[in-house]
């Protein structure tokens, strides 16, 4: 038995990936922007929720199948778009992709990804959806959402929040902008942190060491190199007045991610957003802006019922999901839930995280005397 299948809840997965992974690599997933005031909150705040239970009520079979942006799925929640997976493990969103399918779950394939989205979208074992950053300009994006459309990926999911990266303290210490400088030099004091991680150094190299940027396709120069991300953010910054361009590419459903008002969340529905993502980037860009928990009541009552309401962003427990749930989403996305998974066995730790939020949704459902997830409503919390 790996030592994954014995993790009990999610925090243990974290401390496996930190034994496994780089403190570079393990610092850039469990890491936020500033103080990390926002990320904290992101988990804290599930604790300011308590449920208010309906007991004896006997029925053993509960219901987790919901429908984001016309998918079923059989798990109220999804993966989200985690850059650089392929980092964590051998082509990690490849394994990522086919581990959320075998759940009858959506994988979400960020831009940023090191694996080749038709290569994912081959490795998927269930619906895909396809997150864009603007890198590389308006062609280079261009040829992405053709490319995903043309894959069979289902949704757009349209990142706002990324004007510029947030400061990631952790990776400025780490060292992480100059182990991808190219530039022995300003690499080597930093390269100790990788060779203390003999099994992970063995499976970057065996995987083609240093990764680039795949679905980034720039006109005249080809594959983007991997290079700070932060830097490469800077200059692809989008607007609500891309949205229209970005629709008329896509030709499908459109995902806004990063909303956290009533202001953005109406944006949205101009736009003709079919879901919208209450998110602040798991507290990796602006410190301080509201946890995403505290920020979906005033979303969910500016849409009104005209687009679907999704939130990520500190799920830690299945509790969570049903907190979120009852707060008026109707599925959460999980970031680094699923990514310390993948940090710490590939396919076998992402399965691992998610079978504990499957079976912990289940049981708190069971608990709270609510046996689908459909029929959650504010009712069943108190605030
Ligand atoms: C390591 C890491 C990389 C991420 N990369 C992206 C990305 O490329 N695009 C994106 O829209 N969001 C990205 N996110 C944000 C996630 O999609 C999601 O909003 C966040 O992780 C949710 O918070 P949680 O990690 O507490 O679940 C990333 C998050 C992490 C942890």
Redesign the pocket.
Same mark, same amino acid.
């Given at each position: 038995m790996n030592s994954a299948a014995r993790a009990v809840n999610i925090d243990d997965l974290r401390r496996l990936a930190k034994r496994r992974l780089p403190r570079v690599v393990f610092d850039? #997933?469990d890491g936020g922007s500033g103080a990390e005031f926002t990320m904290r909150e992101?988990c804290r705040i599930f604790e300011a929720v308590t449920f208010r239970a309906r007991n004896a009520v006997a029925r053993m079979d509960c219901r987790l199948q919901t429908t984001v942006v016309g998918t079923p799925i059989a798990l109220p929640f999804l993966l %989200?778009?985690?850059?650089s997976s392929r980092l964590f493990f051998p082509r990690g969103e490849c394994v990522a992709a086919a581990q959320a399918g075998a759940a009858g779950t959506i994988y979400t394939l =960020?831009? *940023?990804s090191g694996c080749a989205l038709e290569d994912v979208k081959a490795a998927a074992t269930g619906p895909v959806w396809y997150?864009l950053y603007l890198l590389g300009g308006r062609e280079a994006a261009e040829g992405a959402i053709v490319r995903a459309r043309d894959a069979g990926y289902r949704a757009l999911v349209v990142?706002i929040d990324t004007a510029v990266a947030g400061q990631r303290e952790r990776d400025v210490r780490n060292g992480g902008a100059e182990l991808v400088s190219g530039n022995l030099w300003r690499m080597l004091p930093h390269i100790p942190q990788l060779l203390a991680r003999p099994r992970w150094m063995l499976d970057f190299l065996r995987d083609g060491g240093m990764m680039k940027f795949p679905n980034v396709v720039i006109p005249g120069e080809g594959v983007m190199a991997y290079e700070d991300v932060g830097a490469a953010l800077e200059r692809s910054t989008v607007s609500w007045d891309d949205m229209g361009w970005i629709r008329d590419a896509w030709r499908g459903p459109i995902v806004i991610?990063g909303v956290l008002s009533s202001e953005d969340a109406r944006r949205a529905l101009d736009v003709g957003a079919e879901a919208i993502v209450v =998110?602040n980037?798991?507290g990796?860009q602006l410190d301080c802006v509201s946890a995403t928990l505290r920020a979906l009541p005033e979303v969910v009552e500016a849409v009104g019922g005209r687009s679907e309401v999704l939130l990520? @962003?500190? #799920?830690r427990r299945g509790s969570d999901v049903v907190k979120a749930l009852c707060l008026g989403a109707r599925a959460v *996305? #999980? @970031?680094?839930?699923y %990514?310390y998974g993948l940090g710490a066995a590939g396919g076998a730790g992402i399965a691992r995280a998610i079978e504990i939020l499957r079976s912990d949704v289940v049981r708190t459902l069971r608990l709270l005397g609510c046996l689908d997830v459909a029929a959650l409503n504010r009712s069943y919390v108190e605030l």
């Amino acid at each position: 038995m790996n030592s994954a299948a014995r993790a009990v809840n999610i925090d243990d997965l974290r401390r496996l990936a930190k034994r496994r992974l780089p403190r570079v690599v393990f610092d850039y #997933i469990d890491g936020g922007s500033g103080a990390e005031f926002t990320m904290r909150e992101n988990c804290r705040i599930f604790e300011a929720v308590t449920f208010r239970a309906r007991n004896a009520v006997a029925r053993m079979d509960c219901r987790l199948q919901t429908t984001v942006v016309g998918t079923p799925i059989a798990l109220p929640f999804l993966l %989200a778009p985690v850059g650089s997976s392929r980092l964590f493990f051998p082509r990690g969103e490849c394994v990522a992709a086919a581990q959320a399918g075998a759940a009858g779950t959506i994988y979400t394939l =960020s831009t *940023l990804s090191g694996c080749a989205l038709e290569d994912v979208k081959a490795a998927a074992t269930g619906p895909v959806w396809y997150q864009l950053y603007l890198l590389g300009g308006r062609e280079a994006a261009e040829g992405a959402i053709v490319r995903a459309r043309d894959a069979g990926y289902r949704a757009l999911v349209v990142t706002i929040d990324t004007a510029v990266a947030g400061q990631r303290e952790r990776d400025v210490r780490n060292g992480g902008a100059e182990l991808v400088s190219g530039n022995l030099w300003r690499m080597l004091p930093h390269i100790p942190q990788l060779l203390a991680r003999p099994r992970w150094m063995l499976d970057f190299l065996r995987d083609g060491g240093m990764m680039k940027f795949p679905n980034v396709v720039i006109p005249g120069e080809g594959v983007m190199a991997y290079e700070d991300v932060g830097a490469a953010l800077e200059r692809s910054t989008v607007s609500w007045d891309d949205m229209g361009w970005i629709r008329d590419a896509w030709r499908g459903p459109i995902v806004i991610k990063g909303v956290l008002s009533s202001e953005d969340a109406r944006r949205a529905l101009d736009v003709g957003a079919e879901a919208i993502v209450v =998110s602040n980037h798991g507290g990796r860009q602006l410190d301080c802006v509201s946890a995403t928990l505290r920020a979906l009541p005033e979303v969910v009552e500016a849409v009104g019922g005209r687009s679907e309401v999704l939130l990520d @962003g500190g #799920i830690r427990r299945g509790s969570d999901v049903v907190k979120a749930l009852c707060l008026g989403a109707r599925a959460v *996305l #999980i @970031g680094r839930a699923y %990514a310390y998974g993948l940090g710490a066995a590939g396919g076998a730790g992402i399965a691992r995280a998610i079978e504990i939020l499957r079976s912990d949704v289940v049981r708190t459902l069971r608990l709270l005397g609510c046996l689908d997830v459909a029929a959650l409503n504010r009712s069943y919390v108190e605030l």
